[in-house]
Structures are given as C-alpha cells and as structure tokens.
C-alpha cells in the first residue's frame, strides 16, 4: 500500500509533473493509493483482448506433480463453516506449495525490505530464501514479493524491485508493484531467472504473478500508464504468456496484452480449474476505482462477467478453491462506514475489508474473519483490511494476510497471517 505522508521522497524530483504524479501514487494501495508508479496497472482500453493463437509449450521438465491422496474429509452442508482461526505468524500476500507442507509468504527484513520466506503450516521450520545474494539473482536490498508457486513445485515466481530506477524506493513495495519485474527461483532461492525487462524510466511495473494450473501460463497486471485524477491507481493491464523451460531455463513465450471492458485498474488473480477463464479485480462500469469488482474472462470467447456487483464496497484479492467451487476474496461489505466517495488519504480508516468465501457464480457470500470486531480472536483495534488469502490444495484451509492501516502501517507488525481451517473439504 502507497503512503503520501513521506514528503522527503518528493524532495528529489523537480519536474512539477512529476511532483504531482509522485503525490498521488504514494498512498496505500487500497487507501486512495495514487501510485506515481503504483503496482499493478493493468489494461488501456475499452475493447475485447487482442486474438492470437495461443501457441501450447510442451516442455518436459515442467511435469505437474500430482499431490499425495490426502484423507477424506466430509464435503457438502457445514463443510465450509469455520472451526478454527488460529494466527500463524508475521508475514502478507502468501501462497501454499502444490503438496501442502509449505507455504511461501512476504515479509519485511529488519532493514525493511520486503523478502520471501518458507515455513511449515505451523511455523515452524521458517527460514528467508532471499536475504542472501546470489550469482545471477536480484540484490539484497531489493524488494521481493507476491510470491507462488509452480504446480511443478520447482518453481516460484515473484515480483522484484529493479535494480535501477527513479528515487522513489517505497512505491516499489510489492503491493504497489512500480519498476517490478518478474522473476523466479527456485525454493531453495540459489537459482533465479528474470523473466521480463520493463524500462526503468518509464512508467512500469507488474502485479501479483499466477501460473495456470497446468504450469504452462503465466498472468499477470502491469502497468502502462501514470497517475491521473480520473485514475489515481495508474493505468494498467492484464498479461497472459506461455511459460517454457528449456535445458533448464526459465522463459516467456507468446506474451498477449488485454483490457477487458472499460477499466483503468485491473489487478490479476488466478486461473479457473480449467484454465479456460482468468479471475481479477477491476473498476470496470465503475466511477471510481475506490469501489473496485470482481470479474471472470473467458479467455476463448472474450466473456465478461461481473460477481461481485457492489458498486458502493471494494472487493479484491480474489482466489478460486482447488475444485473450483467457491472464491475467496475480501470486501469492505463487512463494515458500513466505508464511503468510496469520501475515500482518501486523510481518513484512509475509514477502509476496512474482512475475508469471505462465496460461490463460483457469485452468489452465497459468508464472512470468514473479524479482524475489526470485538470478542473474536482474530480482532485487531487497529482498523485493518484483510490482504492476499491462499487455499490448501485440499481445500479445507485458508492462509489469510491481514493488513493493519492505522498507526503501524509502516511496521513489520503490520502484515499478519491467519489460518482459517474449515470444518470439512470446503472447496
């Protein structure tokens, strides 16, 4: 999330232009965020995504690893009511490995870089797989985030800090997404592959990384435009693009651009089960992007569709169930003193989302959490908004990041990760 309050980092740029492009884009994300160089940015028009034949990558070092059985849990009426949530550690946008004994998650170092770590569903065994530098990879003292997993579970994509670009380090934080690049490494972190080149002095930058279920695309948001008052979150756009290894080497292939509708904003979300449609956030239909939707793609017939629908609360951060079922996703629909129009830097705690599930059409939301409701366990009374939320692969579990917007925002204790475990295989 972007943060006007550090004027210091205005202090460097003389062009007024920029000044003013600056200002807008340092707000928090989901807090009237005006990324100068805000993460994502996704998309440029109001037409259908550009047709091409999609070219299909065969490599064989990309197998997808099937998960071990895993024991039968009842499915159906109460599968999906919450039976524990228990606080798992530090940490934000997050991401389970394809077998379900790690997860890979974000969090700041002690000199405030965000890096990536891996531990067990427990804690335990937790250790940073960026912090050391190494041949070929990405500086230390660069940014690392939104991380996930390859089916293959030999890969994990992930958004890095370039290592050249304007004086402006805080709108390069993984969830503002400005002169990002994608990479991946493997999860030992001794091997790294950058995956694209964006210009360094331009406006650009990438957004939340997803690989397809079958290991052969990769989707993601980025950006193409600066900041405007009619599109304080920058100008972006949805990239699909065949991921290919070859002799052992990372590569993209085929890379399509599209902006479905007439959105400014879109942020990248994931695959259905199939592959046949894409699931993300955008301000699609709506006058202002501080009340953002969630929408399906069909990636065949250029289909779009709504499912959240709600043009007066923010939903985001979206992610389809293993059996495609049920959506995760969070949403301001929880707390009734969010005003989209009100929204902006100065009462940015007036934003306040919790997580729910609902169905894969859109219907039948439940709430997950209450991290802003007293007497539940998972309270907070610092405001907060619910982040990136991951599924088990055997869909009885929910790694949640909760995002504290009040007084530690700039903290490492701001970013908080919860494990919502389901009564039964809820998706």
């Known amino acids: 999330m972007r943060d006007i309050r550090h004027k210091e980092e205005l202090m460097h740029i003389r062009d007024p232009r920029a000044i003013g ?13 005006l990324q100068v160089s805000v993460v994502l940015i996704v998309m440029v028009g109001a037409c259908a995504p550009r047709k091409r034949p999609v070219k299909t990558p065969t490599p064989a070092a990309l197998e997808v690893r099937t998960p071990p059985p895993v024991e039968e849990v009842p499915v159906g009426e109460g599968a999906c009511a919450v039976e524990e949530i228990r606080y798992f550690g530090l940490g934000g946008e997050n991401d389970w490995s394809p077998d379900g004994e790690l997860l890979v998650f974000q969090r700041r170092d002690a000199s405030g870089i ?12 937790e250790r940073c797989i960026t912090c050391e530098p190494v041949p070929g990879g990405p500086s230390q003292d ?28 805080r709108l390069t934080e993984p969830g503002r997404g400005a002169w990002n690049n994608l990479w991946v490494l493997t999860p030992d972190g001794k091997q790294w592959f950058q995956l694209t080149d964006y210009p360094s002095l331009a406006p650009s930058g990438v957004l939340n990384p997803r690989f397809s279920h079958d290991g052969r695309k990769l989707f993601w948001a980025e950006k193409i435009g600066r900041a ?20 052992g080497q990372p590569r993209l292939e085929n890379v399509q651009a599209f902006r479905p509708g007439d959105g ?6 994931g695959f259905t089960a199939d592959d046949s449609k894409v699931l993300f956030s955008s301000d699609i239909g709506l006058s202002t992007p501080f009340a953002m939707d969630i929408f399906t793609y069909d990636l065949a017939t250029g289909e779009l569709r709504n499912l959240t629908n709600s043009p007066d609360e923010w939903e985001e951060h979206a992610a389809y169930s293993p059996n495609n079922h049920k959506i995760a996703f969070m949403s301001s629909q929880c707390c009734p003193g969010y005003d989209p129009t009100q929204f902006n830097v100065r009462n940015l705690q007036i934003l306040q989302t ?9 219907k039948n939301w439940v709430q997950l959490t209450h991290f ?21 692969p055997d869909g009885t579990q929910l790694a949640v990041a909760q995002f504290l917007v009040g007084e530690s925002y700039d903290s490492v204790e701001a970013h908080r990760l919860w494990i919502v475990k389901f009564k039964g295989r809820c998706g």
């Open 21 to 33: 492009e600056a200002r807008r884009a340092m707000f928090p994300r989901w807090v009237y965020i």
């Open 228 to 247: 405007t008052k009619e599109s304080p979150f920058a100008q972006w756009q949805l990239v699909i693009a065949d991921f290919v290894v070859e002799a």
């Open 372 to 392: 802003n409701t007293p007497g539940f366990p998972e309270y907070t009374p610092e405001h907060s908004v619910a982040a990136v939320a991951s599924w088990h």
């Open 142 to 169: 660069r940014h690392k985030g939104f991380p996930a997993w390859h089916p293959s579970g030999k890969y994990i994509v992930a958004q890095v800090e370039m290592e050249s670009h304007p004086p402006l380090k």
């Open 264 to 269: 400014r904003f879109f942020e990248a979300h």
């Open 114 to 125: 965000y890096q990536l770590y891996i531990a067990r569903p427990d804690g335990s065994d």
């Open 354 to 362: 919790e997580e729910y599930i609902m169905d894969a059409d859109g």
